[in-house]
């Protein structure tokens, strides 16, 4: 895995407690050996995560960003993770306009026992940010098309945390 | 602040690939961390019993230990910290084991990813304030929804335990589908024999109030106080003061419509009591063939009737009870083999399930307990079986081993050649899957000393040739196809989830798996409790299961009820959503997401609207923090800004990027 | 008035002739316009698919894209060895990697958008059921029929995507539409030993062996079927099957098209009696003479 | 009986043949409801559940060299009951192909029965069923196949004696050509 051999990014992972994280738990008792960039940030539910903390992280200088959370119908809280799916979903179109790479942005499913595939998750996202290399330093006054984000904004697209919820 | 950091080597699980010293010298460099020390095992009592020595000697008012996952020690450690005088939820944990030691090989790049995760841990702690749990009274009484073998179970033991039960099952006589067996494995003892004692005790203990024809309609509340509303469908026939004489039974004229009690093998009266040991042994009107309900006359079981007990008029009643908590035991029903068109789809009588085949056996059958077989009332010869009928078959979306097949399919073999001496029974199986006490002797019995002839593959096809139905199977063994001219097919097929199990589940707010069976808090170490606090799960509605492992789980969701119950306080956990009042503006999104229903609208003194979150209720998943378009509803313990401070831990702020 | 490309398939001119030409008038007593197929080529039958499956979904897809160049959408073939072809074809191509192969070896490319039926599916859910039982002049009442749809007409159903894949029931409906007495036959869909009748004519003996006796097990006086190829087994060589099991079978074996003619009342010339090798007259005695009418 | 050595597995082959197939061969558990419904396994070497277990365990020569996979009449049974939705039959197909391509021809009048009927249609476009079956009784040496049906077949018109060409035979005849350049990577 090339990720040792090089430097260290920076990538945050938000997992919902009951499923992804203990999936992640699984895979470190199966001693599926992963790429070590990843933090992992617990939450009771994806349906917890606010796409303000993925902003965050990435304009914070994170490299890449990884949700996840229990499988769709699997969700502890019943459909927390269909909140999250909408709502990620939206910050996926979102991050472009703000001049952000939205491969550096993913979010998946994973359930509590498998092990097997978090770590294929793991090190398939870790492969894919180093093959976009560190992330640009966030410069808002350069990278984002204000004109842009203005027309987005009048047309009434909202804000991606809270626009997509509406049922 | 004073904040203490521990570093567990776990022996050398951490300790392998983790520089542990290295990273507790790293903490104390952190802010208020005023203590930091690594340890061989920070889960042992010594290990505890260090931590709570820190507390004390350095005046620590908030614990960071680094070791296994949270899902396996958070609560040793939080009860620890506790004894130490501290708030339980003044302490955080960081997974250094299942997150780094065990999945990074370079010592390095963990140590330093430790540091990290300690780190995120701090500065979380940072923001973590005491949280107290609300305490609250309870309804000493059960509700036990379902009166096959687990829920008898569960209802005699919660009854023995001194609790009130009510008992609501859908059909008119409990006794489920152990009822309709003839014998069991592997003691080839009679059913009803073993079953009928313990549901005469239903019918007798005082404790227990048993509604049959009865489902339940709504259901409210939280653990300890639930609102329950039972609909008693109308029988027709007033069960205060029927004597289940069964004068009306004989009497009636309307014998068309098919029993279900004998699996529809043959037909039943309209006014039926479905078995001579019913519980409770009352007469039912089925509405739909009788034809005083369905013509308008007749009505003769009204005239024979001793006490008058019939009422043609007779509507639904609703019930409502209040209970502590639920037992949900709701069964399976069996896979509808007609999804398999090589087996006939019905067109050939005598290819029947493997329930209906212990109706045939059973001496209170339509049969008396002969074998006969459908079409033309043969004994048959040459009995096939075929197993995994819509278990492990992904094309009929059933990839799930239903477990109990292959140990009644033995027992039915070895029946058959006690009922008829000169047959041969045949057994076309995939696996056999027998590990139980006896179980695999038992299977073994039926080849050895009964003759049984196993054959190891699948059936692909059933025609009939003459008054024989030939079964085209194959035996991998032997490598090849074969075929068998048989009298009667037997299926044995599957269990699924009982119908209705997810309009019931929804009531509940118990999450049904893909296939409808209802999930359990831990697969291993919670199996009978659920993931809505107050609701257990007991027998095959959890997953399929034989009769032991239902009336083990009948007994062990009774006793989980029982241990709740006997507080005289319930405890709510106080990581659940709050309210700010002053930032609501009353406009009900959160109420709206809310999967449990646990957030209710109120008005201010001004007459505002404001939500209100109901402790007991909710669940902490925080969807309604994120929904919330004013920040006005945090998730204790997950508030907005605990989380950001580990996203700001990880990726530190820069100047022009401050939004806070 | 229905219009439907028309692909006939090799044996149409051949060993099938009476097929074709009682499709061909068929149709056309039931208002289906059969559009021939301009220069249509062989679609590969069953040797091309055992030597690779793009060279064989090749040879189909030039006839699909002869198809497009008529202009249309949907075509029909009465021989399901055909029907298998041409459709698996299509649903292979669905994966655009193979299309592109397939076109490769094309002059003309082929787009992929024609959806092929056999002649009987076009029937069965395009021609009112009403409207055949009013045409009828000579109800079949009297003759007992096993319906025999051969192996592939229906299977796999993800690619045939008709009737039903264990229990096929289009020609039973239909032959009970016309008056005959349908006998459930429980070998519907197995396999009369297709192509293997010249190799390994011993393979043929023992599977349409199996299916002549079932159709006597359950007491037919014919056998119908929708397939060239399980007509040419059961029919041209029921003479090797009986001498092969030491069997005496003589059950005539009819397209259905045959027996629809005939209670349609086309020209005998067209259904093509003649051609079948065993005997029919004694089968088609068995039919009651119709009623005078009134 | 010949004993396989399981460390000699063949990945390579397991690779080709679910490549080529489309078809996950480890999603295959024994249940031999292939084997079951094959109306084939009376003339077979190998049941068809067996070449699905040499699939597996990578047992390539013993695969390419049986009769089974060239008597397979791809009747689709397997295809369509397979508990675990494989298309067995392209599995088969697949086989054959690759037997084929590595010259073996172990049942040797089918595969002269194919070559001859894709040779016909190669050269007039479509199957001409009288020269189909002369060039199979001269490549086979087989020359009485089916002589015992002739006055059946001529007298009733069944087989005419002129093949049909079609005029756009030459087309037909290039997809061959174009499938020759291509090899099996066509």
Known sequence: MPAQDVRELRIVGFLCNWCSYGGADTAGVGRFTQPTDLRIIRVPCSGRIDPLFIVRALMNGADGVLVSGCHPRDCHYAEGNFYARRRLEMLKRFLPITGIDERRFEYTWVSASEGQRWQHVVTEFTRRIHELGPAPSFNPKSDVDWNALAVQASQGQGCPCHGSIQA | MRIGVFICHCGSNIAGTVDCPSVAATALTYPDVVFSTDTMYACSEPGQDAIIQAVKDKNLDGVVVASCTPRMHEQTFRRAVERAGLNRYMFEMANIREHVSWIGKTKDLNTGKAAELVRMAVEKLRRNRPLMAKRFETTKRVLVIGGGVAGIQAALDCADGGQEVVLVEREQSIGGKMAKLDKTFPTVDCSSCVLGPKMVDIAQHPNITLYTCAEVESVGGYVGNFQVTVRRKATHVDWTKCTGCGLCVEKCPSRKHPDPFNENLCNAPSINIPFPQAIPKKAAINASSCLMLTKGKCGLCAKVCPVKCIDFEQKDELVNVDVGAIVVATGYDLFDWHKYPQYGEGRYKDVITSLQYERLLSASGPTGGHIKRPSDGKEPKNVVFIQCVGSRDKSVNRPYCSGFCCMYTAKQAILTKDHIPDSQSYVFYMDIRSPGKLYDEFVRRAMEEYGAQYVRGRVAMIYPKGDKLVVRGADTLAGTQVEVPADLVVLAVGAESAKGAVQLGEKLRVAPDQYGFFVESHPKLKPVETNTAGVFLAGACQGPKDIPASVGQGSAAASKVLGLLSKAMLESDPAVSRVNPARCVGCGKCIQTCPFGAIKEIQDRFGNPKAEVIDTVCQGCGICTVTCPQGAIQLEHFTDNQILAEVNALCPPKMFANFE | ?294 | MQIFNLADADQGFIDEVEARSHQNVKNCYQCGNCTAGCPYTFVYDYSVSQIMRLVQTGQKDAILKCRSIWLCGSCQSCTTRCPNKIDVARVMDVCRHMAREEGYATERSVKIFADSFLESVERHGRAYELGLMASYMTRSGRVFTDVDLAPQVLMRGKLPFKPHPIQGREQVARIFERFRKGGKNA
């Open chain 3, 1 to 294: 008035m229905l219009k439907v490309a028309y692909y006939p398939g090799c044996s149409g001119q051949g060993t099938s002739l009476e097929y074709d030409t009682s499709t061909r008038a068929v149709c056309k007593a039931l208002d289906v316009e059969l559009m021939d197929i301009p220069d249509w080529s062989c679609c590969g039958s069953s040797p091309a698919h055992t030597v690779n499956h793009v060279l064989s979904a090749a040879l189909s897809a030039r006839n699909l894209a002869q198809v497009e160049a008529m202009g249309m959408t949907k075509a029909a073939t009465p021989c399901p060895s055909c029907l298998t072809n041409l459709r698996t074809a299509s649903h292979k191509m669905d994966d655009p990697e193979f299309k592109d192969k397939v076109n490769a070896l094309l002059d003309v490319p082929c787009k992929n958008s024609v959806d092929t039926q056999s002649v009987l599916q076009v029937l069965a859910e395009n021609v009112d059921p009403e409207l055949i039982k009013g045409k009828v002049v000579k109800p079949l009442t009297g003759i007992k029929i096993a319906c025999y749809y051969g192996c592939i007409m229906n299977r796999p159903p993800e690619v045939m995507r008709f009737d039903h894949h264990e229990n096929p029931m289009a020609m039973d409906n239909l032959m009970a539409l016309l008056g005959a007495e349908v006998v459930p036959f429980p070998l519907k869909v197995e396999c009369c030993g297709a192509s293997y009748g010249i190799p390994r004519g011993d393979i043929v003996a023992t599977l349409s062996g199996k299916l002549l006796d079932a159709s006597r097990d359950v007491g037919a006086d014919a056998i119908v079927t929708a397939c060239p190829l399980c007509q040419m087994n059961l029919d041209l060589r029921q003479g090797q099957i009986n001498d092969a099991l030491r069997e005496n079978f003589r059950i005539p074996v009819f397209y259905y098209t045959q027996l629809l003619g005939y209670a349609l009342g086309i020209d005998r010339a067209e259904l093509g009696f003649e051609k079948l090798c065993v005997d029919p007259r004694l089968a088609l005695g068995r039919i009651k003479q119709p009623q005078q009418a009134m």
